[in-house]
Antibody, heavy 121, light 106 residues
Framework: EVQLVQSGAELKKPGESLKISCSGS????????IIWVRQMPGKGPEWMGI????????RYNPSFEGQVIISADKSIGTAYLQWSSLKASDTAIYYC??????????????WGQGTPVTVAS | DIQMTQSPSFLSASLGDRVTITCRAS??????LNWYQQKPGKAPKLLIY???RLESGVPSRFSGSESGTDFTLTISSLQADDFATYYC?????????FGQGTKLEI
């Protein structure tokens, strides 16, 4: 069974750093892209960036480039999303999801449970 | 950037109703359009991929269609479990975006 399990909820102060994780199991982790998605309270999802754990090829949504770093360690089947200096506006739930793609389709078939991040002084 | 315009934002319906949600893309997507269901406190769940293909395990009352840059999700007969928020999502050239969502309420 394919599973993505994310790290737990975080409460941080503005200016602090943070790294959250997404661990995959039940499939070859290195062979499927993993996307990170932000969902702010009461809003729709927004894609932040996507990484191919096999070679760490990473693409960012221009809106998030320079604001976060996405990485992965295929040897332990885990992808990461990190911030160096959090802002209150980073308060959201963050999801990882597995990308399934062929020449005619491209979708996210398995999702993590979400990591709530709260940034408040 | 491709913009997705989803309508309506809110939809009030009753058990057994047939409902339709629409997404319009700002440019051609081919069939790179997917639909997700999200319930409060849960991750999105894939319902339809490639505009009209039903994900395994999803009830057949859900269906998707496309006409040019317009995409439609139809629920043929609403069940209690279907009250949720629905999002379209485009996957054109590895630049992704989601619609604003449709909250389906009783």
């Amino acid at each position: 069974e394919v599973q993505l399990v994310q790290s737990g909820a975080e409460l941080k102060k503005p200016g602090e750093s943070l790294k959250i994780s997404c661990s995959g199991s039940g499939y070859n982790f290195g062979s499927y892209w993993i996307i990170w998605v932000r969902q702010m309270p009461g809003k729709g999802p927004e894609w932040m960036g996507i990484i191919y754990p096999g070679d760490s090829d990473t693409r960012y949504n221009p809106s998030f480039e320079g604001q976060v770093i996405i990485s992965a360690d295929k040897s332990i089947g885990t992808a990461y999303l990190q911030w160096s200096s959090l802002k209150a506006s980073d308060t959201a739930i963050y999801y990882c999801a597995r990308r399934f793609a062929t020449k005619t389709m491209d979708y996210f078939d398995h999702w993590g449970q979400g990591t709530p991040v709260t940034v408040a002084s | 950037d491709i913009q997705m315009t989803q309508s309506p934002s809110f939809l009030s319906a009753s058990l057994g109703d047939r409902v339709t949600i629409t997404c319009r893309a700002s440019q051609s997507l081919g069939s790179y359009l997917n639909w997700y269901q999200q319930k409060p406190g849960k991750a999105p769940k894939l319902l339809i991929y490639a505009a009209s293909r039903l994900e395994s395990g999803v009830p057949s009352r859900f269906s998707g269609s496309e006409s040019g840059t317009d995409f439609t999700l139809t629920i043929s007969s609403l069940q209690a479990d279907d009250f949720a928020t629905y999002y379209c999502q485009q996957s054109h050239s590895m630049s992704y975006s989601f619609g604003q969502g449709t909250k389906l309420e009783i």
